[in-house]
């Protein structure tokens, strides 16, 4: 998983829901990341210093956490 939403974000920044999205869509429909999943696995990377994060508006003028990938990951 981790290694799939770095790949995913080697593309452009992006907020937890957008990556699962995303995945979902690469995938085919076939690979499906729930919350309970996806969000454990960023707070690792986060602690890894593998991602960063930080507040921002969303499309939908909504406050998220959006992510980016360091050199690190």
């Known amino acids: 998983l981790e290694l799939l939403?770095?790949?995913t974000?080697?593309?452009e920044p992006m907020h937890g829901?957008?990556?699962s999205v995303r995945?979902?869509?690469i995938s085919g429909d076939v690979f499906?990341?729930?919350q309970g999943s996806l969000?454990?696995?960023l707070q690792r990377m986060l602690r890894r210093g593998w991602v960063r994060a930080e507040w921002r508006a969303s499309?939908?003028?909504r406050r998220a956490r959006y992510y980016r990938i360091t050199?690190?990951?």
């Open 17 to 19: 829901w957008g990556i």
């Open 9 to 11: 974000l080697t593309l």
């Open 59 to 61: 499309e939908h003028n």
């Open 71 to 73: 050199r690190e990951g």
């Open 5 to 7: 939403v770095l790949t």
């Open 23 to 25: 995945l979902r869509q």
């Open 32 to 34: 499906d990341v729930q």
């Open 39 to 41: 969000y454990p696995a």
